[in-house]
């Protein structure tokens, strides 16, 4: 039986990318071809990064277009593997294409349902392979406990439902923690996710904050674009994360990633980074920046100048009020300076329990938050 190095090397034959070790990333995806970013074939539409989502809940994020439509060559089309709706309700969505119209319970298993016979036919390619989920990287001597935890009872609960095979509990969680580090959120062209996919080609490409291509979904299928020229053995990279932020917390949302980024982006002096997040220097003369982890009474100072003008224009309940107060209150926590953090985190209570219902987990935070401060 062909090995999966194997098997992905005859699929991915004569469409100008293969799969190599890099060292210090292991698998990696590299052009044997140049790619440019200006050959738009055909018309997709573009998929937003979910900013709060991580690996950890089954997403890899993904890079917006501005224009609406992709300009960059396609380097990859895939299928996904496997792959399932974000709506739960049964019945509520085709399970192939996530469309809601025209639904119909399959004759056969009397359980998927689908918009049509074209869905119904789910398309194979020489990528429906379990030897090459089973080559993905599971993590699971970096997963933590509580998400290992989580995969043993998704594990136990896969015995229970299939008693009849001969399933291993350890092997099953090693799967779902696969699953977890490398699935992709599947958008609609409103940036709506719609459900998770695994790409198992996809799933090949390293992060860079400086990436070279991105992916984008018409339905299920995963479109992967140049937005840089890529040349001859050149590895194509994507982003996992959203990259409009500062090194430092770049290097924290790549945290459930398990690595740090070494790109030249994130090698590069804090410049860039006083640009990205840096306050102005009280002198208006000065044409330098302070960075928010050198001086945070300078920034406290600057943003109470803000908070007192924004008293005059808007109301105690306004949700630009609560920002200032919530970056206020952070401040000072940094500062050590827990009795004004929480004058200012208890401005914002009222304002949570206006724009928020009663049992939102935000008003639960921002109490447990203020319950600390007193503490401290």
Not at 66 to 93: C, L, Q
Not at 311 to 326: A, E, G, I, Q, V
């Amino acid at each position: 039986m062909a090995s999966w190095e194997e098997q992905l090397r005859g699929e991915l034959a004569g469409r100008g990318v293969a799969v190599s070790s890099v060292p210090g990333k292991g698998r990696a995806l590299i052009a044997t071809r140049r790619f440019l970013p200006g050959n738009p074939t055909p018309r997709l539409s573009p998929v937003a990064p979910p900013l709060v989502f991580t690996k950890s809940s089954a997403v890899f994020a993904v890079v917006a277009m501005a224009s609406g439509e992709p300009s960059g060559e396609v380097i990859i089309r895939e299928e996904p593997y496997v792959s399932a709706p974000h709506n739960f309700s049964v019945g509520s969505s085709c399970d192939n294409c996530f469309s809601s119209r025209n639904l119909r319970k399959c004759s056969v298993c009397r359980v998927a349902w689908y918009c049509g016979r074209a869905c119904q036919a789910i398309p194979s390619s020489g990528t429906d392979n379990y030897s090459l989920v089973d080559a993905l990287d599971s993590h699971i001597s970096e997963v933590d406990t509580f998400h290992k935890e989580l995969h043993a009872q998704m594990a136990i609960l896969v015995l229970r439902i299939l008693p009849s095979l001969d399933l291993d509990i350890e092997e099953i969680a090693h799967t779902f923690s696969k699953i977890t580090c490398n699935a992709f959120s599947i958008c609609d062209p409103q940036l709506k996710p719609l459900g998770t996919g695994v790409y198992l080609v996809i799933s090949t490409l390293n992060h860079s904050c400086v990436p070279n291509a991105i992916v984008i979904f018409e339905g299920r299928t995963a479109y992967l674009r140049a937005v840089q020229p890529i040349d001859i053995n050149e590895e194509v990279s994507i982003s996992y994360i959203d990259t409009a932020a500062t090194t430092v917390k770049r290097q924290e949302y790549l945290k459930p990633y398990y690595f740090s980024c070494t790109c030249r982006r994130c090698e590069k002096d804090s410049e860039e980074d006083a640009l990205l997040e840096g306050f102005r220097c009280k002198d208006q003369k000065c044409d330098g920046f302070l960075l928010p982890n050198s001086d945070y009474s300078e920034a406290g100072s600057m943003y109470k100048i803000v908070e007192e003008q924004e008293r005059k224009l808007y109301h105690t309940l306004s949700t630009t009020l609560l920002r200032t107060w919530d970056a206020l209150s952070k401040i000072h926590i940094e500062l050590n300076d827990f009795q004004t953090a929480l004058k200012y985190t208890r401005l914002t209570i009222p304002v949570y329990e206006r724009v928020y219902t009663s049992l939102y987990p935000l008003i639960g935070w921002q109490l447990y938050i203020c319950g600390k401060l007193e503490w401290y």
